[in-house]
């Protein structure tokens, strides 16, 4: 059973800080993997999807790499702002199907003006 | 673009009762699927349909069920609701063309409705 993992739960940091939030996943036999960001009470808004074939994925201000072998992602935020602030979340793509994904517990970041 | 609808965004319901929820994905987006967020499990898998057909489903009770129409709209419906049911209801759609598409194409990116919050009371 793929289990998801982000680390940290939460990070708080000053605006126009570089960051790297983290995803490990249990099983590299994934098709692919999805960044999401989620405002309170809202729903979710696709940033970056790297395919099993790709090493990363840049949209922006943000850079996604996947290292499928080591069952590892990692979302790269430049120069953070405050809009920034939300929950980060990873999600992998099951081999079943590519719209079951498999969800982390999230990031939740803030960004201090 | 219309993005994909979710209705009704908020309910409270009791005990025992049963609720349906509606979700209208992008025009032209064949594939449903349906996911659970609490804050004890995270966002969980509930279902995805595809032409009218369930093609997937997670690890939860029959009484999740859930239905496509030929205009690809999607019903889930929650009967004999109980306390732990409390969650927000999130539909997603995709473009992906083909049932037997598992993802690799481009096509598998998942856009989000703004979600239907329920609470049992």
């Known amino acids: 059973k793929q289990e998801v993992t982000q680390i940290p739960a939460a990070l708080s940091v000053p605006e126009g800080e570089n960051l790297v939030l983290n995803c490990s996943f249990t099983?590299?036999?994934?098709?692919?993997l999805q960044w999401f960001r989620q405002d309170p009470g809202k729903g979710l808004t696709s940033l970056l999807l790297?395919?099993?074939?790709?090493r990363e994925q840049t949209s922006g201000r943000l850079n996604a790499s996947l290292d499928k072998s080591s069952g590892r992602s990692t979302l790269y935020i430049a120069a953070s702002q405050p809009g920034d602030s939300a929950t980060y979340l990873c999600a992998v793509g099951e081999e079943t199907s590519g719209s079951r994904l498999t969800f982390g517990e999230g990031t939740q970041l803030t960004v201090n003006p | 673009k219309a993005g994909v609808t979710q209705t009704p965004r908020y309910l409270i319901k009791t005990r025992g009762q049963q609720v349906t929820l509606s979700c209208s994905p992008i025009s032209g987006h064949r594939s449903v699927s349906w996911y659970q967020q609490t804050p004890g499990q995270g966002l969980q898998f509930l279902f995805e349909y595809f032409s009218e057909t369930q093609r997937n489903k997670g690890n939860f009770p029959g009484r999740f069920s859930g239905r496509q129409f030929s205009n690809s709209r999607s019903e889930m419906n929650v009967s004999t609701l109980e306390l732990g049911d409390s969650a927000l209801y999130l539909c997603?759609?995709?473009?992906?063309?083909?049932?037997?598409?598992?993802?690799?194409?481009?096509?598998?990116?998942?856009?989000f409705g703004a979600g239907s919050r329920l609470t049992v009371l």
């Open positions: 997603a759609s995709s473009s992906r063309r083909f049932s037997w598409d598992r993802g690799r194409s481009g096509a598998n990116v998942l856009t």
């Open positions: 790297i395919q099993s074939s790709q």
């Open positions: 099983d590299s036999a994934i098709y692919n």
